[in-house]
């Protein structure tokens, strides 16, 4: 390292010593890391509404705590946003206010009195996206004329049908069944209070019919579902009783098959927040066990500090160990990389071996072998969770000499090719689910129904496979991978970022996955890449990126102030294509340094990573803690060695 001085080599060793201490004071005392992560501010007003709709014994210091970090999350703009400092979203705060009237704000409150107008200057609570409409409706807010014909006969249609459950995405399927049940049932909340939102309307909110077109709505399929949703919505009553207790006893069947204890089906609130409603609208009082070992489970999820409460979507404990460990493998140290091998080893019996999830319709002759994001999920385990936790075991055996992950690694590999797309790409649970023309439905006004391949988790694939020796030239896997990146690159350069925002997090993934696959860092591709990421390097050295940026009409990178972790991203990227020496890589370290905090991490309140685009978004509290960290080390480590190349596919 003798272009930098003595001093900014101490400077920058005493940044990652004390990166590493911060993060080594996270470890759990069976090895595991879990962070808190954070949504919007759906998820805590839905929970409070879920306690009142089932008229729970009122726990007025958890509700003050949630009102506390409700009122503290509203924007300036009077309503409240899906990310920090972000635009108004109408259902987000109509489920506020409706839950903060419910906790017992006036509704003189002047935030709420703001809220009220804030609503009211966009057209009012009949802009509501379609799940909030669902929750209005079990209020008796609106009438179940407001929201889309759900028939619980779909659970029984064949697979030949365009409407298969199996034809959506793992979270709009676990959403959708228990949701179906409870649109059979049409059941009204108890709410006890008698606590209504007819304010938040401009008209009489019983008199709304159903909702408009979305923007990224087809018109032509759309008037099509309308109009089959009108034909259903004069047939439904009609339909055999007989048959409709078959479709709710195929539900259920379907349900308590994944139920999954207290992590809950699916592992993710929405599914199990309706899963209780499903049961008491079926009469199943609080002591039932599927019940109230879900119901359970939501508490679980709560996050209860001294001033504030909210509750999280769900928890990432195996995203986050495996992350962690590779910071720690990074930073390299004598008390990094026992740490890291705890962690690795914790996950070890997390592999799911056993089950064939629902992701085995489309591969029934594919082994399991893949890694949750939770706890315990064992019918819906991801691709990407498993790529990184193969990278990270894989290296720690070639670095450490580690015994004991030949198995889960081989069997990792395995599931990961089994479940390549036919377009060479990955998505993140599923298999060839492109049927785009779902998303037309009325239901599918989020546009999230769907869970197709993406350049992120395609990417991470490739530089699993790759790490473990296979080429473009050896494996058609990875041929087949890099030809769906090279096609799915943006004109500037980048590449789009699923699940995380976004393409600083795409071209971050990308980039590493093609130095990884053999790529010379002199192609094309790759110099676009890099020239465009120096190109939006912030003034301060860092690299943000605003959530609009997923906007329909396609602008590309939307500028946004500085963050560790998309910092820390652009400069994995850079380093990644061989760009160690570039001037912006030396100003993105300097600007980490310069902004850690006296516990050897950074502070990060905006949001930089996806849940759905332009719907949910999610802060995931260890980001600024791990990424910031295997930055500065993987920084040092190059400028360590004579050949300056990433050897690792992360």
Not at 364 to 389: C, E, H, K, M, S
């Amino acid at each position: 390292m003798d272009s930098v001085n003595a001093t900014a080599r101490e400077v920058l060793e005493s940044s990652i010593a004390s990166a590493t201490q911060g993060v080594l004071g996270f470890q759990q005392s069976d090895g595991h890391w879990v962070f808190e992560l954070e949504a919007d501010c759906t998820i805590p007003a839905e929970y409070v509404l879920l306690r009142h709709y089932l008229a729970e014994p009122v726990d007025t210091v958890l509700e003050a705590k949630i009102g506390n970090y409700l009122r503290r999350v509203q924007g300036a703009h009077g309503g409240w946003p899906l990310v920090h400092d972000g635009e108004f979203d109408m259902s987000a705060s109509v489920k506020s206010y409706f839950a903060l009237k419910m906790i017992g704000d006036s509704i003189d409150a002047p935030h709420m009195v703001r809220a009220r107008e804030a609503i009211h200057a966009r057209g009012g609570a009949i802009q509501s996206n379609v799940f909030t409409r669902f929750m209005l409706a079990m209020f008796g807010v609106v009438t179940w004329r407001a929201v889309p014909v759900l028939p619980i006969e779909i659970v029984l249609l064949p697979f030949w049908s365009p409407f298969h459950i199996n034809k959506i995405s793992y979270w709009a399927r676990t959403t959708m069944v228990p949701l179906m049940v409870i649109a059979a049932l049409k059941p009204r909340a108890k709410n006890p209070k008698g606590v209504g939102i007819d304010e938040l309307f401009l008209q009489d909110p019983r008199s709304i019919g159903m909702t408009a077109k979305a923007p990224h709505q087809s018109m032509a399929w759309f008037m099509l579902f309308r109009a089959l949703d009108g034909i259903l919505r004069v047939v439904e009553p009609m339909f055999p009783k007989s048959l409709r207790k078959r479709a709710i006893d195929a539900a259920l069947a379907f349900i308590e098959e994944r139920l999954n204890g207290e992590d809950g089906m699916g592992a993710i609130y929405p599914p199990m927040a309706n899963i209780v409603m499903m049961y008491d609208a079926l009469g199943k009082d609080e002591n039932y066990p599927p019940r109230a070992v879900t119901r359970r489970g939501i508490d679980k999820l709560l996050v209860i500090r001294e001033e504030e409460a909210y509750c999280q979507p769900c928890v990432s404990p195996v995203w986050d160990t495996t992350l962690t460990a590779h910071a720690l493998l990074e930073a390299g140290n004598a008390e990094a990389v026992p740490a890291a091998k705890r962690g690795l080893d914790w996950l070890i019996p997390k592999q799911e071996l056993e089950v064939k999830g629902d992701w085995a319709v489309k591969r029934p002759d594919v082994r399991p072998g893949g890694w949750a994001f939770q706890y315990n999920n064992a019918y819906y385990p991801d691709l990407d969770d498993t790529a990184v936790v193969v990278m990270s075991m894989d290296r720690m055996r070639r670095e450490h000499g580690a015994t004991g992950y030949d198995a889960a690694i081989d069997r990792g590999r395995e599931w990961i090719e089994g479940m390549q797309s036919d377009d060479g790409g990955w998505a993140a649970f599923d298999v060839n689910n492109l049927e785009y023309y779902l998303n037309n439905i009325p239901f599918s006004d989020h546009g999230a129904l769907l869970d197709p391949p993406t350049e992120d988790v395609t990417a991470r694939c490739i530089s699993m496979l790759a790490q473990l020796g296979e080429t473009a030239q050896t494996s058609k896997h990875v041929a087949d991978g890099v030809a769906y990146l090279r096609k799915t690159q943006h004109p500037e350069g980048s590449w789009y970022g699923r699940w995380g925002m976004n393409f600083i997090y795409g071209t971050w993934s990308v980039l590493c996955a093609l130095n990884m696959a053999g790529v010379r860092h002199d192609d094309p591709m790759i110099r676009k890449a890099t020239g465009w990421l120096a190109s939006i390097q912030n003034a301060d050295g860092g690299w943000g990126e605003n959530a609009v940026s997923y906007r329909l009409d396609y602008k590309g990178w939307e500028a946004a102030p500085s963050t560790a972790s998309q910092t820390a991203w652009a400069l994995l990227a850079l380093m990644a294509a061989g760009e160690v020496d570039h001037p912006a890589v030396a100003r993105g370290v300097e600007y980490l340094i310069a902004t850690q905090n006296e516990k050897g991490l950074w502070d990060e309140q905006r949001y930089t990573a996806t849940g759905f685009p332009r719907v949910f978004y999610l802060r995931y509290h260890g980001y600024a803690k791990f990424f910031p960290l295997w930055a500065l080390a993987r920084y040092r480590n190059l400028r360590d060695t004579n050949s300056r190349v990433v050897g690792v596919g992360m």
